[in-house]
């Protein structure tokens, strides 16, 4: 969970600000997929590799839903295997997490626009 908790604070630099209850953030596909239903959000950064329903499976699930949001991956892994699930699954891109704040934030801000 303290990898997904850096980047909550991400929230306080968009641009109208996003309210984003310490609760929005998740490590397990399930409970994101919940959160997500819950909050209707319109955009979710989602990790690949999280416990238990991995993050390609919870994006299936979160955009399956009526009215889904934008799911953008932010992740580790740079390879085709990696990212091309997610992207067959609806991602509408990807960044590494070690990208720099402005360009994280540039993709959520394009994914809401």
């Known amino acids: ?17 996003a309210p984003v209850p310490s609760s929005a953030v998740r490590a ?19 990790d690949l590799r999280i416990p238990g329903l991995d993050g390609v ?17 932010l992740t580790t ?9 997610a992207v067959e699954a609806g991602a509408i891109g990807y960044l590494l997490k070690d990208s720099p704040r402005e360009d994280i934030l540039a993709a959520v801000r394009a994914a809401a626009a």
Not at 57 to 73: C, G, K, Y
Not at 77 to 84: E, F, R, S, W
């Open 77 to 85: 892994y740079d390879t085709d295997g990696d990212i091309l699930p």
């Open 28 to 46: 397990d596909g399930a409970a994101a997929v919940e959160l997500a239903g819950d909050l209707a959000p319109d955009v979710v950064l989602m």
């Open 57 to 73: 499976e919870a994006t299936r699930r979160i955009l399956a839903a009526p009215a889904p949001p934008r799911v953008v991956v």
């Open 1 to 17: 969970m303290a990898k997904a908790r850096r980047f909550s604070g991400l929230a306080d630099d968009v641009v109208p600000p």
